[in-house]
């Protein structure tokens, strides 16, 4: 069986229209809160949210359903995701709840779980909890005085602004350095501030003024331009651009151009291959990374694993074979040795540690391979639109097979459905960028004539 509700994050969809209505967030409480429940000590989810309208709607809905099956809630607000998964293991909670669409416009929303350990659930966890929804749920109401209770965590804010500065080397400060911060008028629009100016820091601040309609409007890390106009006009170090819920980064050197999750995870790489704190010498991202990182890696000695696309699948990997360092391109940074998935600001401050011990500015420690040329070509599908049927219509499976004769062994074609959105995406890499534009554009336009548009 394959799941239907879940994505490769969660659930999401557009808020107040099925799934993420209120009657659905309350089952899906009820379902999981089931899951988790087991032994006699009392039960407990921690929930919290990034800043859109909608999660007024879906926070006391799911909190409904977890109380129904006898499981207390700790509420803690907007904060971002790795935060909610570093408070479910801190409060040895049963389950963590994240309600955010990360870097999707304020009129979606989404579902995200983490299991006991702060990890987010597997595959078969999440079918497991789809079944129990099939099935009903009758069976796991509890009787009017096994009903859950829900308070709010007052300190949940800085805990995680503690644990964040604990990642950061105890002998460094950030004294001196002017950093930019865009929060996305979302989850960290409190916490990353704080954080990097009690760690000695001149902050700018970009994006802390949410109103539950400007979430990643034309800010954050999808929307690069303020961050790179204010570094520049600033005169500061560097610049880094949250997401909706800051578990990735984007950022941006002194000069206003921008670094993406490769150069970070080639620094971070390169700097604990020295050290000897990479576990297996290895980095695990996805098959988006650019096969610059990968040659460059090659270069120390270090593999590159690939996995499909989403930081769960990152995690997962690295989980099963001891690896310490993941990420994806985008910016999903994951350190495991002190996060659970991926944490933008801890991830920020590994490279403005680098940054103080160096000495040197941005734009040499963060620029340490040459990128292959690389297209990416979002085609957004008409509703009702399957993108399967499309991958799988003739036309289209003989532009790929064109791509790829064209392409041989000195690039890369990758075609994929998007887990959160309607979308179908196509990526070209290869040497020259010519030959990238040219059959980028073959494969999208076959694709976007197979779907009518």
């Known amino acids: 069986m394959t799941r239907k509700l879940f994505g490769t994050d969660g659930v999401r969809g557009t808020a107040n229209a099925e799934p993420m209505t209120a009657e659905t967030a309350l089952r899906i409480g009820m379902a999981a809160g ?11 989810a921690v929930i919290g949210k990034d800043t859109r309208l909608s999660g007024y709607l879906l926070e006391p809905a799911l ?6 099956v006898g499981m207390d809630v700790v509420l803690v607000g907007p904060l971002p995701t790795p935060a909610v998964a570093m408070l479910t293991r801190s409060l040895r909670a049963d389950l963590g709840v994240v309600i955010s669409a990360s870097h ?7 579902i995200k779980l983490f299991g006991p350990d702060g990890y987010k659930l597997s595959d078969e966890v999440e079918l497991e909890i789809e079944t129990k ?6 069976q796991f109401r509890v009787g009017p005085d096994k009903l859950g209770r829900a308070r709010r965590l007052d300190d949940a804010l800085g805990r995680y602004i503690e644990y964040v500065k604990n990642t950061f080397p105890r002998h460094l400060r950030l004294d001196g350095l002017k950093i930019v911060v865009d929060c996305a008028n979302g989850a960290a629009y409190r916490v990353a501030p704080t954080v990097l100016w009690e760690l000695g820091a001149e902050v700018v601040k970009l994006g802390v003024d949410p109103d539950g309609l400007n979430i990643n409007k034309g800010c954050g890390s999808l929307a690069v331009d303020a961050l790179c106009a204010a570094v520049v006009t600033h005169g500061a170090d560097l610049g880094l651009a949250l997401d909706g819920d800051a578990d990735r980064v984007v950022m941006c050197d002194e000069h206003g151009q921008i670094v993406d999750g490769d150069q970070v995870m080639a620094l971070i790489a390169s700097l604990w291959h020295k050290q000897g704190r990479l576990k297996g010498d290895t980095v695990v991202a996805t098959v988006m990374s650019n096969l610059g990182l990968e040659k460059y890696l090659a270069q120390m000695g270090v593999a590159l694993l690939r996995t499909p696309v989403g930081d769960r699948y990152v995690v997962e990997r690295m989980r099963a074979d001891g690896f310490n360092l993941g990420g ?6 994951v350190l495991s040795d002190t996060s659970t998935t991926g944490d933008g600001l801890v991830a920020g401050l590994q490279v403005l540690a680098a940054l103080v011990e160096s000495g040197q500015p941005a734009s040499r420690v963060l620029r340490l391979f040459e990128p292959y040329p690389q297209k990416l070509v979002n085609i957004r599908l008409p509703e009702g639109t399957s993108a399967a049927s499309l991958l799988d219509s003739d036309p289209v499976k003989r532009a790929i097979a064109a791509a790829e004769r064209s392409l ?3 690039g890369r074609l990758l075609i994929r459905k998007s887990g959160t959105e309607p979308l179908i995406r196509v990526m070209v890499e290869c040497a ?7 059959i980028a554009n073959d494969v999208a336009g076959a694709v976007k004539k197979a779907a009518g548009l």
Do not use: C, K, M
Request: zero cysteines.
């Open 408 to 410: 041989a062994q000195s």
């Open 328 to 333: 994806e391109q985008s910016g999903h940074i």
């Open 133 to 138: 929804l099939d099935n009903g749920l009758e």
């Open 432 to 438: 020259e960028a010519v030959q990238v534009e040219s």
């Open 104 to 110: 999707n416009p304020y009129q979606d929303n989404g």
């Open 63 to 68: 909190t409904a359903g977890f109380v129904a």
């Open 34 to 44: 089931s899951h988790f429940i087991r032994g006699d000590h009392r039960h407990v």
